[in-house]
């Protein structure tokens, strides 16, 4: 396989990463100062990164200093930045339509992308798609489906979850307090049971999530809420925002069996761990379980704001009028998302999944030598560090970024590795040798000797 990407020269890749100024430089701190000034302060800006152009797996800051993109603008940019294919269609469709409105109209591109879509969606039978702006909109979208096809309010989420901000995915996100303090009240019937969080590197096996299971229908499904007034169970097969968790196989296998026990529909977000990133197209593809609903949106279209959920044609039964939207699935958005399924579908699914296993392996090896990381876990290149608390996975990722890596936290005290999917051995090696060097100069935290290797 070739992979074709803009950082294809090796005299680029050799000069990634390069510093040419102090962090931040000072074109970057003026930026920052304006920033500061006018931006909403909700945004949380994990570090001093000011982007000025960006081109495979490299960033350029305003000052001229060049980064390795481990982070590829929170798993968005799946095929590497400004991927050539993806430049010419998003070029190609700006010179014949931009908007439309595909609530109302017919357009090709809308078409051909729901039609990709429909035909990966991991259903036995077939499927029908509705697009959206963002992740967010997707589960919107996905618990307004699941309450109609149901007749029924109830939704179950889980411990950890990060589902979106709008209010509805807002009410099922229960990741960090900050993101629901002082938005209530929130959507009624609305429960979380705890997620399997399985530490398997150094602690062994966590289980198959049978305790979790218990506690999900002796104290939930038993106590809180009726299964028959349950619309949904939705879940990450793969927690994201919440720290890079991977829910055992037989526990999503466990839910699905609930779930028709109960008529209940199951919800996989996948907006973080599905378009090719695991290996597979869907994460939940790793446990063989089929859900209901899918959501996407991230990765789908290469950083056009691009989203959408997947359904069994069973299930989409809402009339003409029941959901729509003005801009969701724009013919610039769609054709940018149907070069990118189609360079995913066209190796850099395969490629994921290798250099995920060589990521992991280089990762394994420095956490060994160089010692407290608390645990590694996660699928292709979806790869969270945990470390033994926030003041140390902080201080590591600032490293990162002084020497050249863009990382970003998750969790707790996790680090997530989840570049663009074209990252070759060359861009893993580096990037496991500069981790390894933030982790030397990071300062753990007392204590953490008991967990160093
Ligand atoms: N669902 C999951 C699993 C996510 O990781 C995210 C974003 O991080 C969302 C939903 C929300 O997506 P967006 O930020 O595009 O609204």
Known sequence: MTLETSTSSAAARDAVPHLVTELPGPRARELIARDDAVVSPSLTRAY?????????????????NRFLDFAAGIAVVSTGHRHPKVVEAIKAQADRLIHIAATDFYEPRYLELTEHLARIAPFSEPARVFLSNSGTEAVEGAIKLARYHTGRPGLIAFEGAFHGRTLGALSLTNSKIKQRAGFGPLLPMVYHAPYPRQRTWREGSGGDGSAELEVLKRSVLGRLIAPSDVAAIVIEPIQGEGGYFPAPASFLAAIRELC????????????QSGMGRTGRWWAIQHAGVEPDIITTAKGIASGMPLGGFIAR??????????HGSTFAGNPVCAAAGKATMELIEGGLMENAARMGAR?????????????????IRGIGLMLGIEFADHEHSNAVQEAAFRRGLLVLECGEA??????????????VDTAVRIFGEAMASAKPADGMDEIGG
């Open 313 to 322: 044609e069973s299930v989409m039964t809402w009339p003409v009028g029941a």
């Open 260 to 271: 028709d026990e109960h008529g209940i529909l199951l919800i996989a977000d996948e907006v």
């Open 359 to 375: 990521l992991r392996e280089g990762i394994e090896r420095v956490a060994t030598e160089r010692g407290g990381v608390r645990d």
């Open 48 to 64: 001093a990164l000011v982007a000025e152009t960006g081109s495979g797996y490299v960033v350029t800051d305003v000052d001229g």
């Open 414 to 427: 996790t680090i997530r590795l989840c570049p663009p999917l074209i990252v070759d051995e060359e861009a």
